[in-house]
């Protein structure tokens, strides 16, 4: 399953197919990139993250794609699991002004 | 140890009462952050400090006040809330300012009043 653009709040998947989650980031001068997991009543956890002189980075069933000609940010979590459900956020820290700012999110459920 | 710990987890308050958050931190990390996230929006930047200095005020009303009394510690001071500022309030932190990964408390649930 995959979610396209900024305006596509859920995705859902069926248990053990892969999920591509997309983001649209907004600034060029973006220069580190974050993927961030809210299960419900908890804070977000950390994903994994990519630089912006990378344009892959591998985790553990997760990859990280960055295309910095049109600012495009994905989330691929492989053999999805019930326990992936949750709202995913991409964030961006723009360069000098030392702050992430975060995407609108994209909630994942997992069907059985 | 890589815990943000944040309390109380939940608080309702009037709009006259005065409370306090409270985060705290001991990985070493030298920024800290205070971000406010309403329901089903991704979390807003409200402060952020650096080595125990305010370093960024997201133009944040004054009835909310921070505090860094060490390294480890960070406070959200609140007085005169309104109901719209009802919200679940996250703590971070982080090794450094620049292009670092955050590590989030649970949050305060906040309800006024």
């Known amino acids: 399953g995959e979610s396209v653009g900024l305006h596509l709040p859920t995705l859902s998947v069926q248990e053990g197919d892969n999920s591509i989650i997309n983001c649209a980031y907004s600034?060029?001068?973006?220069?580190?990139f974050i993927w961030y997991k809210q299960e419900s009543g908890k804070g977000p956890q950390f994903i994994i993250d990519i630089r912006s002189n990378m344009d892959k980075r591998q985790g553990q069933r997760v990859t990280v794609l960055l295309n910095k000609t049109v600012k495009h940010l994905s989330l691929q979590i492989a053999a999805t699991q019930p326990g992936d459900s949750a709202v995913y956020f991409c964030?961006?820290?723009?360069?000098?002004?030392?702050?992430?700012?975060f995407g609108q999110g994209t909630r994942l459920t997992i069907n059985p | 140890d890589t815990e943000v710990t944040q309390t109380p987890k939940h608080l309702v308050m009037g709009m006259t009462n005065k409370k306090s958050l409270k985060c705290e931190q001991h990985?070493?990390?030298?920024?800290m952050y205070w971000y406010k996230q309403k329901a089903k929006k991704p979390p807003e930047l409200m402060f952020v400090?650096?080595?125990?200095?305010?370093?960024i005020n997201e133009s944040v009303p004054s009835r909310f006040s921070p505090e860094c009394p060490n390294s480890s510690l960070l406070n959200l001071h609140l007085h005169a809330l309104q109901p719209e500022d009802s919200a679940l309030y996250l703590c971070a932190s982080s090794q450094g300012l620049a292009n670092e990964k955050l590590f989030f408390g649970s949050g305060t649930q906040l309800s006024v009043l």
């Open positions: 400090y650096s080595y125990e200095k305010l370093s």
């Open positions: 990985m070493g990390h030298r920024a």
């Open positions: 600034n060029s001068a973006s220069d580190y």
């Open positions: 964030a961006e820290n723009i360069q000098g002004a030392q702050k992430l700012v």
